[in-house]
């Protein structure tokens, strides 16, 4: 029987882990349909940047509460999971408590404590985050663009981290009766669940085998718990337990507000100035001049890998929108909103190359099928949606990329902003006045 465990066991271990493989790859080959960036400058800041933004959670103290909450839940889930090295190596070759032998007596009383402890705080996390997002009616957690699948992910998550915890404190507490029976060698320390769980179990004076079937099937749901948990990252928002990292890794580290020179346009200035380079000739593969003609981003092929990285690395927690100037004064740009569409589109894209083999044009675009001018013009570049994600995403450049394309591909800029760049252009200035006339306001 135990040899059929064992087997089933690695069975699904197997196969956890290959979907979630198989999930990590998918992702990849998405972000891959990007353009290329060079973002591997300055290494020893990047990992700086990424052990405290990604690891340290330096940002989310910004909002104390949220911030100190999403520490417990981090650093407990995280830390509570090193047990799966334990649980893998006693599904596969039928061991008990596996790292007792390896740690010792004292130190694995320490350890196992210390979980406990742990797995408290992300209990008392994830039960207070769920009561402030359903309940509490925190602003930027229950506006309509978080209707529906948005809001039913993020409670699902709070609920499948509640379930594992409770599964983990039942094995437990399972495990320390029976080893106080004799039936399992003392190994482990579990304060919580002998204080509120053991109690609760000796009411009912269960023998021993009723014991072990609990702990056992305990056991099993904590780790088939984990699987699911692992595989289901990719369909949510909490795929930036993973992004995370590379997102602040990747992130931009220039100066907020410094604007990219397009390589299309350096591109068509060396054309132009140099007199023997024939404009209409193929470009030598790989060569510099081999670069997109297209001006700013209409689609997500447009985008750069770092952007579409961002789309999938963001939390949904709104901190971009709450913070936002054109939100806040009721206009429809909501900067969350717009990596969330960035993802949708690219997801399409995706189950597109899954079904076809390769993309096949579908007549949508991420510019007007997805977002919209309204909500691109709204944006006053000022940068807040920036400085406010917690993960460094960058929301504005995927805007203002759009609104390249809207302005030198379609002459589609507002009237306002057409006028504007008619002056300079004729005047060098934005008013609409001649350059002799400009000093006449000393005169009067």
């Not at 269960?206 to 595989?231: P, Q, R, S, Y």
């Not at 337990?241 to 390589?263: H, M, Q, R, V, Y």
Request: proline share 4%.
């Amino acid at each position: 029987m135990q040899y059929i465990d064992n087997i089933i066991f690695l069975i699904l271990l197997v196969a956890g882990f290959g979907l979630f493989a198989k999930s990590l790859q998918k992702i990849y080959r998405n972000i891959k349909l990007g353009r290329e960036i060079n973002r591997s400058d300055n290494k020893s800041e990047r990992w700086g940047t990424m052990a405290r933004v990604a690891m340290g959670q330096s940002k989310m103290t910004a909002r104390p509460v949220a911030g100190v909450l999403h520490l417990f839940v981090y650093v407990g889930f995280v830390i509570i999971n090193i047990e799966l090295v334990e649980i893998i190596v006693d599904g596969i070759f039928g061991t008990h408590r596996f790292l007792s032998s390896i740690f010792g007596h004292t130190f694995y009383n320490f350890f196992t404590a210390t979980l406990e402890v742990l797995a408290l705080l992300v209990v008392i996390g994830v039960v207070l985050f769920f009561i402030r997002r359903n309940f509490y009616g925190v602003k930027r957690l229950t506006m309509k663009e978080l209707f529906g699948w948005p809001k039913d992910d993020a409670n699902w998550i709070l609920i499948i981290e509640f379930a594992l915890m409770m599964a983990f404190f039942k094995m437990n507490a399972a495990d320390s009766i029976l080893q106080m029976r004799g039936v399992f060698p003392a190994h482990g320390s579990f304060p919580i669940s002998e204080m509120i769980f053991v109690p609760f179990l000796e009411i009912f004076s269960f023998d021993n085998g009723f014991l072990m079937f609990t702990e056992k099937a305990a056991w099993w749901f904590h780790f088939v718990g984990i699987l699911f948990f692992m595989n289901y990252l990719y369909y949510s928002k909490h795929l930036h337990i993973i992004l995370a990292f590379p997102s602040t890794w990747f992130a931009n580290l220039d100066k907020k507000g410094k604007f990219n020179n397009l390589e299309s346009v350096t591109k068509e200035i060396k054309l132009m100035m140099d007199p023997n380079a024939d404009p209409y000739a193929a470009p030598a593969e790989g060569s510099e001049a081999d670069v997109p003609s297209k001006f700013g981003a209409e689609d997500i092929f447009d985008l750069n890998q770092v952007q579409l990285l961002n789309a999938y690395s963001c939390t949904e927690c709104g901190r971009c929108t709450s913070v936002c100037p054109a939100n806040i004064t009721g206009k429809k740009l909501s900067p969350r909103l717009i990596l969330m569409k960035t993802r949708d589109r690219l997801e399409e894209v995706g189950r597109n190359i899954d079904k076809n083999g390769s993309f096949v044009d579908d007549g949508k675009k991420l510019l007007n099928d997805y977002v919209t001018k309204e909500e691109l013009w709204a944006c006053t570049t000022c940068n807040a949606c920036t400085e406010a994600c917690p993960i460094l995403l960058d929301p504005l450049s995927i805007i203002f990329e759009m609104r390249r394309f809207l302005v030198m591909e379609q002459s589609a800029a507002p009237q306002e902003l057409n006028l504007m760049m008619t002056n300079v252009e004729n005047n060098a200035a934005p008013w609409q006045y001649n350059q002799a006339d400009r000093l006449n306001w000393a005169n009067d």
